[in-house]
């Protein structure tokens, strides 16, 4: 069924959006100004829904962390936040009443003179299941990635969009929209720079140019900016690594303690990126084609292309005038950005996807294996289906969680899908869908 939202005494519907009713979009962007939200009427009460603007069309996204009070048929139902690790890290995010975040890192974005900015960047020894005061680099990736609605995948959305996503065109700027939305404690949001969000911007290479004076010392006091950016290409240089971005006007250089920090804390990452390796040479003489309106060779390699690998990064102007990584975190997806911790998820999040299925990604933030999450949730099935993926065998502490996980599905009367690939190597058929969308 159609959505129909109501704003104020005027009801509309997305075909009414996409098909340009007369005086609709001025009246949205109207309320988008005055921050008057339209109500989704898909259950009673009405959940709000915003309005967004991408690349000059408006459409409609659910309320952060609010999706699971929209009916669970409705485009808007994201399941409960409270599933996810971001329960934890209320008092580090600061969910304003305009729906912009405010969020308090557990790293600095200056340094005194002298100071090393490795002491200001150590977190806290935390207990697990307490709260967390303050969000980390990878936590942070995660929660802008949440509030975009790219932890999800949603054939309705998929269909309605008409397009794949992609990080210059689409993914970028959806974040850089959550990004203006944000404010890092007494920082602004200018110390964060989505690398390839600026259309025009980004092929000048103007943003990139605001953000690095922007990290010029002053007095005595050094700043730090963060960076977000899809991978190219990481390799290893003379001092330590040097990274890549899609639409990076410069590298990012690294010294061999952070390079091979990357090493032991992101496997599935750097094995992403390998895997990508041998599929370089095509992906350029695709984009190439692209260009000459070809789309061919980039719908050959879409079906091949093994996932993507996102950055994270702390970053300092070094004393030789280099953008230097100061601590930098990764995060691997499939190929339409919905995150995965192993390939095996890849595999099965690609699968979903060809299945046209919805379902989403519960984040770990910077919890990592101390928390324990289902690997992904299928939310159009009668009841939301925790999916459990298996893929260690032999080690105790796995194990016990393992067990640990069944015994509560097993409480709670939850069907849960497994697949353990040691033992089969295919997984099972997925649940049968009960929304037809
Ligand atoms: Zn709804």
New binding site residues.
């Given amino acids: 069924m159609e ?1 129909q939202y109501q704003l104020g005494t005027l009801e509309f519907t997305l075909n009414d959006i996409r098909n340009d009713r007369p005086g609709l979009r001025e009246k949205l962007l109207r309320a988008k100004l005055k921050k008057i939200y339209p109500h ?1 009427q ?2 009673d009460p009405q ?1 709000q ?1 915003v309005i967004a603007e991408l690349n000059g069309d408006l459409h409609l996204r659910g309320f952060p962390r609010r999706g699971h009070f ?2 669970r048929g ?1 485009e ?2 994201r399941p409960d936040p409270a599933g996810s690790a971001a329960s934890l890290y209320e008092p580090a995010i600061k969910v304003r009443e305009d729906g912009g975040v405010d969020y308090k890192l557990a790293f600095s974005l200056s340094v005194k003179k002298g100071e090393s900015e490795r002491t200001v960047t150590t977190p806290a020894g935390r207990a697990p299941g307490t709260k967390r005061g303050a969000i980390g680099l990878l936590g942070l990736l995660h929660d802008l990635w949440m509030r975009a609605d790219l932890d999800s995948y949603d054939p309705a959305l998929k269909r309605r969009r008409g397009w794949d996503l992609r990080w210059g065109s689409e993914v970028a700027k959806m974040l850089g929209q959550e990004v203006a939305e944000s404010t890092f404690g007494r920082r602004g949001n200018d110390k964060l720079l989505v690398v390839g969000q600026g259309g025009e911007n980004a092929v000048t290479g103007t943003d990139w140019k605001t953000f690095r004076a922007a990290l010029i010392p002053s007095g005595t006091e050094a700043p730090l900016g963060l960076v977000i950016g899809l991978v190219k290409e990481l390799g290893p240089s003379k001092f330590g690594g040097v990274l890549d971005l899609e639409f990076g006007k410069e590298r990012l250089w690294m010294d061999r303690q952070v390079f091979e920090s990357l090493g032991r804390s992101f496997k599935t990452e750097l094995a992403m990126l390998k895997e990508q390796d041998p599929l370089r040479d095509q992906k350029w003489e695709a984009i190439q084609a692209l260009m000459e309106k070809n789309p061919e060779p980039m719908q050959a390699l879409n079906e091949v292309w093994p996932g993507e690998v996102v950055a994270i990064a702390l970053v300092k102007l070094s004393s030789t005038d280099k953008i230097s990584v100061v601590k930098m975190a990764l995060m691997a997806t499939s190929r339409q950005f919905v995150p995965v911790d192993s390939l095996y998820e890849r595999d099965v999040a690609h699968a979903l996807a060809d299945q046209d299925r919805r379902f989403t990604k519960p984040l770990r933030y910077d919890e990592g294996r101390d928390i324990t999450l289902p690997d992904f949730l299928l939310s159009d099935t009668e009841q939301t289906t925790p999916m459990e993926i298996y893929g260690v065998s032999g080690n105790a502490d796995y194990e016990a969680r393992k067990a640990v996980k069944r015994a509560t599905y097993l409480t709670a009367g939850q069907h849960c899908w497994e697949w353990t690939p040691a033992e089969e190597k295919t997984w099972p058929a997925f649940p049968a869908k009960s929304f037809k969308k």
Avoid: E
Wanted: proline share 9%; glycine share 10%.
């Fill in positions: 959505g989704c898909c259950t959940p829904v929209h009916d409705c808007h139902y």
